[in-house]
């Protein structure tokens, strides 16, 4: 009997100590996080790594520079376009565990997830007191909010609707980049007499990324925003059905084993001249340029996708504040600098993306960024669908359904009529 | 006497209690929370909210998977998760017997054999996931083991074909159902009218003409479910990852039929020699027959083995490879990429159907056996 005493006794020492220290270190913490100088933590969440890793690391030394006494955690999951990352940053979220600040890409990604769900906090008082709303264009400034509010600070720009090739091989053969998707059909066929592969293409979402350039070339930037602002009969309009039945077309000019192609491999086959064009966003050129070394302009040429001239699909990695940040007063300095031009200076020449400021200093890019950014500055802008900016992402995962049945039977009216639903479905219109 | 039997029974109800506890909660409790979630909304376009608004849409989820015509991918998965369960079965129990026929004749080095063959099973899905994806890539691999003899490799691609053979329409599904009802019902009416019951074999006969005329029939006014042909079969992709789990649990098979085989006694083997049996009658006339409750077995486990490709598939094709898809790879992009949580709890229970399928005859069968 006296031995369970004993024990009863101890346990409730044992409780009372570690509740004690509990509530202490949460008093902790909270003083921490009033301070006006900033100390503390700081831990941003990414999925940069590998040739991308060099950028956030230079720019979260910047970070370290400005506010020397806050230690910065580099909470990185690795995957392509955050595949792992996204996941990761669910669980913690869901348990009440969220990091001071998170990748995300901008628009729709974000806000049909994170915003519709009331996880993250409104930025316009940060985007007022910085003076961004004229530093962005506008249209990047639409997709980043929602009538309640501004939820992410863009970081980068990539554009989506761009057509790759190699100038020599093209001379070679004889060929002129096509303007329009008319004169690829019409040119297609001389290539591939020449036992070359028209167009190059690699897994399902290349197709949808081969679909959006096809689709905006159809229906022109007013339909194609008009569509996803909720405009129902866009889904269903001739120029609609035009872009399935171009899709089907072009799909006869591509190569065999696209389905076990990564979009390197279809790069790669335009280097290696087995194929004369490719469709990709232009992290391609930045494989080209410092894995393949190859020289913009000589080593590999661009042009905007056929019939998209003048328009420039954009994405954009951003930065969001989620509601319950931890160290907030941390996640805001870091904000305040990935909206910077001089973070944004820091960051992209590295990574190989643009600014999204319209005051960014072109002269520190490379060749290809150049154009790039002067085309961004001119261009009529208009959202990526498959990059998340104008889709949520219930749509992106059922777009995938969609591209997969019309690859296996080809058949434009059941995807227009599959997109629409998928539409339907995931409240767009 | 009594008490002191009371007091037995409390003490084992006691000690009982905490493991029953933890598998309610943990194991039905969380069934029941997966069917619930699996009949509402939860949250429509909101799911990851702190406290999302879930409102109960009865089966409506699931009608959506079997006819929507958006989820042709659940379809096709179901339709290949069918085809895994078949052909892995089939495939791990041939090549396990022909294993165990070969060692059961104790050649030299038997249990390093045994042993070697056994091994694969120690392995993960993605290790064996990993090794296979490389052994079946396009240019490598299995595809140049004829240039080893001087013939020119071969051009299959494994993992990412997009041929299928053995397809049929889902429109159609129903009647092809019910041919094969009626297939199972003829053979059984032969045999009972083989076995003198003509009175049964006929009413039978009689069940299974009315399934043909409905067949023949039906058709035109059955309603149409989908408003486009859909076609579904076996996809060529899948038949490296068949090979690769069929490597992966044959030396499982094996070592049960071993043991199987093992068991038959040297008498009858004597026996059948004497009688002059050659070594194949003695395998197929004495053998196989007697190690029969075997193959129940290894039935059993293959097949709920075959319902947890995931991570086989995940490793193997990766999970936007529709072609090898299955329902549980579907199941984890609906709830974790699409954030559609209700609609992956109604696939996770669609799962946990086709399991107890396999697991409930079993598991009665098995219950009766004891007590018997």
Sequence with gaps: ?429 | MNWRRHKDKFWALLTLFPSLALVGVFVYGFIGRTFFVSITDWGKGAALAENPTINVIGLGNYGQLFTGFLNARFRQSLVNAAFYSVLIIVGAIIVGLFLAILLDRQPAGESFFRTIFLYPMSLSFIVTGTIWRWLLSPGGGINRLPTFIGLPPLRFRWLSSEGSILTFNWQNLPFITGGIVAFVILTLAYRSWKSGQEKRAASMAGAALILVLWIAFGRGFTPKILPYPEEHGLNLATLGIILAAVWQYSGYTMAMFLAGLRGVSTDLREAAELDGANQFQYYTRVAIPMVKPVVLSAVIIMAHISLKMFSLIFAMTGPDNAETGHPAVLMYLKSFRANNFAVGAAIAVVLFLMASLFIVPYLVSAYRERRA
């Design chain 1, 1 to 429: 009997m006296l031995s369970n005493k004993r024990i009863i006794l101890t346990l409730i020492a044992v409780l009372t100590v570690g509740l004690l220290a509990t509530s202490l270190t949460a008093v902790a913490t909270s003083h921490g996080d009033s301070e006006e100088h900033l100390s503390g933590k700081l831990e941003i969440f990414h999925w940069w790594a590998g040739s991308e890793g060099p950028a956030i690391n230079a720019l979260m030394d910047y970070f370290k520079e400005e506010h020397p006494d806050v230690e910065v955690i580099n909470a990185a999951v690795t995957g392509g376009s955050g595949i792992n990352a996204k996941a990761v940053l669910k669980t913690r979220l869901l348990g009440g565990n969220p990091p001071d600040n998170f990748q995300i890409h901008a628009g729709r990604e974000l806000i049909g997830t994170w915003v519709t769900a009331d996880r993250m906090a409104d930025l316009t008082s940060l985007y007022k007191e910085q003076g961004w709303m004229d530093k962005f264009p506008q249209n990047i400034i639409d997709r980043v909010s929602t009538e309640e509010g501004i939820w992410s600070v863009p970081l980068t720009i990539h554009r989506s609707n761009v057509m790759w090739y190699v100038p020599d091989k093209l001379d070679e053969w004889g060929i002129e980049v096509p303007k329009t998707w008319d004169e690829f059909l019409e040119v297609a066929p001389q290539i591939q007499e020449n036992g070359v592969v028209p167009l190059s293409v690699g897994t399902n979402w290349t197709a949808r990324h081969l679909w959006e350039s096809i689709a905006l070339a159809e229906l022109g930037p007013e339909k194609w925003r008009a569509m996803w602002d909720g405009e129902a009969s866009v889904w269903t309009s001739d120029a609609m059905l035009e872009s399935w039945k171009t899709m089907d077309e072009v799909l006869q000019y591509v190569n065999e084993d696209a389905s076990s192609l990564s979009w390197q491999q279809a790069t790669d086959m335009l280097i290696n001249g087995e194929a004369a064009f490719n469709i990709m966003g232009d992290w391609a050129a930045g494989y080209m340029a410092t894995v393949k070394n190859l020289t913009p302009k000589t080593g590999f040429g661009w042009a905007a996708s056929p019939g998209t001239e003048g328009e420039f699909m954009w994405l954009s990695d951003s930065f969001g504040l989620p509601k319950g940040a931890p160290h907030r007063e941390n996640a805001m300095a870091w904000l305040k600098l990935v909206g910077s031009q001089k973070g944004s200076d820091v960051f992209n020449p590295k990574k190989g993306s643009i600014s999204p400021r319209l005051d960014s200093d072109i002269s520190k890019y490379n060749e290809y960024s150049q154009s790039a950014a002067n085309d961004f500055r001119n261009d009529t802008l208009v959202g990526s669908m498959r990059h998340g900016v104008v889709a949520n992402e219930g749509f992106m995962n059922d777009m995938a359904t969609v591209m997969e049945q019309f690859l296996k039977n080809r058949n434009p009216e059941q995807a227009m009529m599959m997109m629409e639903a998928i539409a339907k479905q995931n409240g767009i219109i």
